[in-house]
């Protein structure tokens, strides 16, 4: 099995910002993308920014030049830094990995999400 957990939402006024954090353990083999996505109530998951073992990044045109992705290899830890925060950017945030586990000691591939943290920016 493959944890991810989130941490680093809250509430924040407009202009303000976060950092978001999201580890991921278990039987990890190699983890792949990373990245964070986001549902507003009563909305559809919207892909927020992704960043590959290699650090190759894609942002929504939302967030581009107010959100930055990073990763820790490492620590197989996804980062996402919020600045210029904008209350349409309020929803609660999903961390996503894709890759490979061990199971039995034969590689198999993933794809998990976290539990959520939410984000709420006020105006």
């Known amino acids: 099995q493959v944890q991810l957990v989130e941490s680093g939402g809250g509430l924040v006024q407009a202009g303000g910002s976060l950092r978001l954090s999201c580890a991921a353990s278990?039987?990890?083999?190699?983890?792949?993308?990373m990245g964070w996505y986001r549902q507003a109530p009563g909305k559809q998951r919207d892909l927020v920014a992704t960043?590959?073992?290699?650090?190759?990044?894609n942002y929504a045109d939302s967030v581009k030049g107010r959100f930055t992705i990073s990763r820790d290899n490492a620590k197989n830890t996804v980062y996402l830094q919020m600045n210029s925060l904008k209350p349409e950017d309020t929803a609660l945030y999903y961390c996503?990995?894709?890759?490979?586990?061990?199971?039995?000691?034969?590689?198999?591939?993933?794809?998990?999400w976290g539990q959520g943290t939410q984000v709420t920016v006020s105006s």
């Open positions: 960043i590959t073992s290699s650090g190759s990044t």
């Open positions: 278990g039987s990890i083999f190699s983890i792949n993308a």
């Open positions: 996503n990995a894709d890759g490979v586990r061990l199971l039995g000691g034969s590689p198999l591939k993933f794809v998990y």
